[in-house]
Structure formats: C-alpha cells, structure tokens
C-alpha cells in the first residue's frame, strides 16, 4: 500500500503522521456525488 499522510493524530492507526492501517475504507460524507474531499470521511478512523 502507499504510504499515505494522516494529521489525525488521535486515530490509532496514526504512526508518525502516517496511516498504519491496514486497509482504508473512504466513504462519502452525506452526499450522492463526492465534489471535494470536504465530501468524504475517512471510515477507518477508530480513537486512540
């Protein structure tokens, strides 16, 4: 997987600024059509 930057640092799959998940799921954010990333959310998040 590619290393992909994360500044969710309460999230427990945050190393370093990185996302150490092992697989990440991204949905839409409430809407039938994603425009912006303001859009989507990261479901994968789980607190620290």
């Keep these: 997987m590619?290393?992909?930057k994360c500044?969710?640092?309460e999230c427990v799959?945050?190393?370093n600024i990185k996302?150490?998940?092992p697989m990440i799921q991204v949905?839409?954010?409430g809407?039938?059509?994603a425009d912006s990333s303001d859009q989507t959310?990261?479901?994968t998040f789980k607190r620290s």
């Design 19 to 21: 996302c150490g998940a």
């Design 41 to 43: 959310k990261c479901e």
């Design 13 to 15: 799959y945050n190393k």
């Design 7 to 9: 500044n969710v640092t």
């Design 2 to 4: 590619p290393e992909i």
């Design 31 to 33: 809407t039938s059509d």
């Design 27 to 29: 949905d839409r954010n």
